[in-house]
């Protein structure tokens, strides 16, 4: 999951609770579809103070365990 803004040729990636994709209503669609495959953050960006990236992906992976949680939580 990523989020991005801008658009076509013109748009920065940022974190997933910096974009305009609401990730609970598209965890619900997955839910409801019967998905269960694995659900990972996608081109995380980058940060001097994270030059492997790691705090960036757990921060995805993190904030993807949200969305997930809260649509559990409304069955």
């Given at each position: 999951m990523k989020a991005i803004r801008g658009g076509l040729d013109d748009y920065c990636e940022g974190l997933?609770?910096?974009?305009?994709?609401?990730?609970?209503k598209v965890i619900r669609i997955l839910q409801d579809a019967g998905f269960s495959g694995s659900i990972?953050?996608?081109h995380m960006p980058k940060h001097p103070d994270d030059p492997?990236?790691?705090q960036a992906y757990a921060y995805?992976?993190?904030y993807i365990k949200g969305p997930?949680?809260?649509?559990?939580?409304?069955?």
């Amino acid at each position: 999951m990523k989020a991005i803004r801008g658009g076509l040729d013109d748009y920065c990636e940022g974190l997933p609770d910096e974009g305009a994709v609401d990730f609970v209503k598209v965890i619900r669609i997955l839910q409801d579809a019967g998905f269960s495959g694995s659900i990972c953050p996608d081109h995380m960006p980058k940060h001097p103070d994270d030059p492997g990236g790691f705090q960036a992906y757990a921060y995805g992976y993190g904030y993807i365990k949200g969305p997930i949680q809260a649509v559990h939580s409304q069955v």
